[in-house]
């Protein structure tokens, strides 16, 4: 993590919002992410507001997984959000800090704050080592960042050169009926696989999910849907996964995939191959190749199992 300053986004920083967004897709299918919005959440962070549609002026938010999307991603084409990962169970004066900070702005940014104890995969994606970290996002790209207190002034002048990066780059603030996205056009297809995950029928929704990945193979979030859900159905179905090293592998991959662990999942299946030989290898290695797919073929975690799965073979 970088001390507050401002530097443009680098390749790296490009690879994360990529591989940010698609853990959020992941976690967050239609049916789950609306379930979750509707169940109220307690402990909103500054104003109590729920989380406001974007352009209505809400200076601080509180975000999830549900949320994190329209208020992050969506939000920061407007303007800069800064996002603050905590602790609800070790606060800090920098939460009030930047809400006060936020609020004096008077809609130049937001301030999106991020329980991570609530909210592991956001956490996740950013890759954050510590708490709080604080990241400027724009464009849906992450900026700059830092970590730990900082002192007003140190936090003012790391503001405004994100303002001065960002100036002239994005829509600026708007009234909610400007910032909404656009309604999706409907998709049977998908609704009734999301319908049969929501349900529970695990088998049901890997038909789906099968046929649509078949028929829209540009679309990775169906990929991404589909090796979710086989991992569960795998999960629910095997009573009795056998003894010996490759079946508890296997099994604690689905386990590790399915809560959203990809790097676990990823790296005992490598270390598995590691160690195992003719037929057992190649059964782990087909395993660790079709789970890859859950993240796009560009995702840091993704690049380096590839990269350690090479050096495990040979």
Not at 72 to 96: C, F, G, H, K, Y
Not at 174 to 188: C, K, L, T
Request: aromatic share 4%; charged share 25%.
């Amino acid at each position: 993590m970088t001390r507050p300053g401002n530097r443009p986004p680098s390749a790296s920083e490009q690879q994360l919002a990529a591989s940010l967004a698609g853990a959020v897709d992941l976690s967050g299918l239609k049916q789950r992410a609306e379930a979750r919005r509707d169940r109220p959440t307690p402990g909103r962070g500054p104003g109590d507001d729920g989380g406001a549609a974007p352009g209505q002026g809400t200076a601080s938010v509180e975000v999830d997984e549900a949320s994190f999307e329209q208020e992050v991603l969506v939000r920061s084409t407007q303007v800069p959000v800064i996002v603050e990962l905590l602790s609800r169970r070790a606060p800090t004066p920098l939460t009030a800090r930047l809400a006060a900070l936020a609020e004096e702005s008077g809609g130049q940014w937001v301030h999106a704050v991020v329980d991570v104890d609530a909210a592991p995969t956001i956490a996740q994606a950013f890759q954050a080592r510590a708490v709080p970290t604080v990241i400027a996002v724009a464009a849906g790209r992450p900026l700059a960042d830092f970590e730990g207190e900082q002192p007003e002034d140190a936090l003012r002048q790391w503001l405004d050169a994100v303002l001065r990066a960002t100036e002239g780059k994005l829509s600026g603030p708007g009234d909610a009926d400007d910032a909404a996205p656009a309604e999706e056009a409907p998709d049977p297809e998908r609704d009734a696989a999301e319908e049969a995950l929501a349900a529970g029928d695990l088998e049901l929704a890997g038909e789906r999910f099968g046929a649509l990945v078949q028929a829209r193979p540009g679309e990775h979030s169906l990929v991404e849907a589909l090796r979710y859900v086989e991992a569960a159905h795998r999960i629910s179905t095997e009573a009795d996964p056998g003894e010996g090293a490759v079946p508890s592998a296997l099994r604690a991959a689905d386990r590790a995939l399915v809560a959203g662990e990809y790097e676990a999942a990823f790296a005992g299946l490598v270390d598995a191959v590691r160690v195992s030989s003719g037929e057992d290898r190649g059964t782990l290695r087909a395993r660790l190749l079709e789970l890859l797919e859950a993240l796009p073929v560009d995702d840091p975690r993704v690049l380096d199992a590839r990269r350690n799965l090479a050096s495990a073979l040979y």
